[in-house]
């Protein structure tokens, strides 16, 4: 298993940009895809970015162009670089595997806040 730990956010305005990061415990974070997922209130979690182990990204059409997500094995982390933020994009973020329709782990971390107001 894999153990995350989300940093990073805070409140920025429309239009800034802010980097999160995840860093992971565990033998098995260089095996799997990994993943930004974000939660606004009252709506359900939504995948954002995702990124192979040799690092190929892929990113929901809502943040694509916008955000980057990068990861280095060696150090068991993952990015993500948020830039022209809008308010939509407050949630909650959070980073965990992804495995397809496998989903991702059910443990999740404590994930950090993005705000995008003025």
């Known amino acids: 298993q894999v153990q995350f730990a989300e940093s990073g956010g805070g409140l920025v305005q429309p239009g800034g940009s802010l980097r999160l990061s995840c860093a992971a415990s565990g033998s098995s974070f260089s095996i799997y895809s990994m993943g930004w997922y974000r939660q606004a209130p009252g709506k359900a979690r939504e995948l954002v970015a995702r990124?192979?182990?040799?690092?190929?990204?892929n990113y929901a059409d809502s943040v694509k162009g916008r955000f980057t997500i990068s990861r280095d094995n060696a150090k068991k982390t993952v990015s993500l670089q948020m830039n022209s933020l809008k308010s939509e994009d407050t949630a909650v973020y959070y980073c965990?595997?992804?495995?397809?329709?496998?989903?991702?782990?059910?443990?999740w971390g404590q994930g950090t806040q993005v705000t995008v107001s003025s």
């Open positions: 990124i192979t182990t040799d690092g190929n990204p």
């Open positions: 965990n595997v992804y495995r397809g329709i496998l989903g991702a782990y059910d443990s």
